[in-house]
């Protein structure tokens, strides 16, 4: 899941300052007076059983008090009509961590665990899920990759299988491997016909890196390569080799590679644009931003943008940090695990989920002027703070980059980004005291803000919808309009209460 940040806020970034938070407007004390202006025919169309919404963080099993989720995602992994899920657990009981496939069934109508897995280090403290066709037969793979602050990893590949009764999703592990160093996915290009769907691909293989312990040179590597073999169902080393350190002709960089984790955040620090893939050259260029000083990565491509609270740190191997982060609207459940390798002093690459790994530059001087001058005049989201009320009794507060939602009697909160995607949008996400996402809405938005008097009426008006491949969708004819008005203490109150 991305949260949503502008081009302005990302120009501003690009410049040396910290992006502004959405949202983040004067904290100076006001006097704010909600209005209850609305059309009764508006607020019967505003019903919320219209706004559409997202359950895909939402747990389709009932997960006991004793039950921590760590991670999960919800896919259609078996091509039927109904959508699956893949949990990770920790049971407080004994502190293992578990895989969960959680299935459907027609008949019961019901969600069951039909598949459950420990992990091959089933007590790292760090773990991330995805998927991926790593095989090439077009059914993917479920893939978790673990790590820890000393400098383990672990990765476990579970592949479709028949489930022994005959009912429900079955999974059989092909990989399973916990190292001092990293393990990276080998990913090659398929041809067309893997993409149209006629035939199969190559299998990506797994590689492993660890110090070389027979050699006293510190940047001297060990690099064990597995493939696919469908005779054993499983991943087998097919090779071992030993690389030498890299000769290393800057002194600046032979030297970063000899320092620890914190020297590595100083030198990531700032932006770095994508050079592969559609982002290099574009006048929209792919950023990841990396912030040390407030702890956040920030990842921006075409207005959208995902930001990680940046936890902590490992350097397994010399020229490779290990970056464990948290996603900032629900830090409790999505996880990020990134694996940055410094090639030279200006090029990195970073290996783990989608859409952040590739190949970076780092953002010169040059190049930040440039993007400046192209971008100095795009749009920029309203400055939102406080309560906004409708005439049903309802209220949104804002604060920094969340809200506080009345609505029907009952109180909600999560997270909201304005962005530009065709149409001003506004992103809510509403989340549970568990950090469990339950519902994801899409407005398109008007924001007005006019002066009255000694009065400043600011009114937001929300059409509901959905965001598809072709933009903005409404999902309703109807709107919602909120309002806020602050009274402005004019000179002449002023002299009058002095007096």
């Given at each position: 899941m991305r949260c949503i940040f502008t081009i302005a806020a990302l120009a501003a970034l690009i410049a040396g300052c910290t992006p502004d938070t959405a949202g983040l407007v004067n904290t100076e004390p006001k006097e704010i007076i909600p209005s209850l202006k609305t059309d009764a025919a508006m607020l019967e169309e505003s019903s919320p059983d219209r706004v559409s919404t997202d359950e895909k963080m939402q747990p389709k099993i009932a997960i006991t008090k004793d039950t921590r989720l760590i991670d999960i995602r919800t896919e259609n992994l078996d091509l039927d009509r109904s959508d699956e899920q893949i949990l990770l657990v920790e049971t407080s009981n004994n502190g293992i961590t578990e895989l969960w496939v959680v299935d459907y069934d027609a008949i019961k109508d019901m969600y069951f665990i039909s598949y459950k897995q420990e992990l091959s280090s089933a007590k790292l403290r760090r773990y991330q899920i995805m998927t991926e066709d790593l095989v090439g037969?077009?059914?993917?793979?479920?893939?978790?990759?673990?790590?820890d602050t000393d400098k383990t990893q672990s990765l476990d590949v579970f592949r479709k299988s028949v489930h022994p009764t005959g009912i429900g999703l079955y999974y059989s592990p092909v990989f399973r491997h916990e190292i001092q160093g990293t393990i990276e996915i080998l990913r090659k290009d398929r041809d067309a016909s893997y993409r149209e769907g006629i035939s199969n691909g190559k299998s990506f293989s797994i590689e492993t890196y660890i110090h070389d312990n027979e050699s006293d040179d510190y940047n001297d590597l060990v690099r064990s390569s597995y493939f696919f073999r469908y005779q054993t169902n499983s991943y087998v080393l097919v090779d071992?080799?030993?690389?030498?350190?890299?000769?290393?002709?800057?002194?600046?960089?032979?030297l970063l590679y000899t320092k620890g984790p914190l020297e590595y955040h100083a030198f990531l620090n700032g932006p770095w644009y994508k050079t592969d893939g559609s982002s290099h050259g574009s006048q929209n260029p792919v950023?990841?931003?990396?912030?040390?000083?407030?702890k956040r990565i920030s990842y921006f491509e075409e207005g959208s943008q995902e930001i990680l609270i940046w936890t902590s740190s490992s350097k397994p191997l010399y020229n490779r940090l290990v970056?464990?982060?948290?996603?900032?609207?629900?830090?409790?459940l999505i996880t990020r695990i990134l694996t940055v390798a410094?090639?030279?002093?200006?090029?990195?690459?970073?290996?783990?989920?989608?859409?952040?790994?590739?190949?970076?530059?780092?953002?010169?001087?040059?190049?930040?002027?440039?993007?400046?001058?192209?971008f100095q005049s795009q749009y920029t989201a309203p400055e939102v703070s406080g309560i906004y009320a409708s005439t049903d009794g309802g209220s949104i507060e804002f604060f920094n980059n969340s809200f506080t939602l009345q609505e029907n009697g009952k109180t909600r909160s999560g997270g909201y980004a304005f962005y530009l995607k065709g149409n001003p949008i506004l992103s809510m996400k509403i989340i549970s005291e568990r950090g469990i996402l339950l519902e994801d809405r899409v407005y398109k938005y008007d924001f007005f803000e006019e002066e009255k008097e000694n009065k400043i009426i600011r009114t937001l008006v929300l059409f509901p919808g959905k965001m598809s491949v072709r933009g903005f969708v409404p999902t309703?004819?109807?709107?919602?309009q909120y309002q806020q008005i602050e009274t402005v203490e004019t000179a002449?109150?002023?002299?009058?209460?002095?007096g």
């Open positions: 037969d077009h059914i993917p793979e479920i893939l978790c990759f673990g790590t071992t080799e030993k690389i030498p350190g890299n000769k290393v002709d800057e002194e600046k960089l032979r950023l990841v931003n990396f912030d040390d000083q407030n970056i464990y982060g948290l996603n900032e609207l629900i830090p409790d410094v090639t030279d002093l200006n090029t990195i690459q970073i290996y783990g989920a989608e859409p952040w790994r590739g190949s970076y530059g780092r953002y010169t001087e040059g190049l930040q002027k440039e993007y400046l001058q192209r309703a004819d109807g709107y919602s002449t109150e002023t002299e009058t209460d002095q």
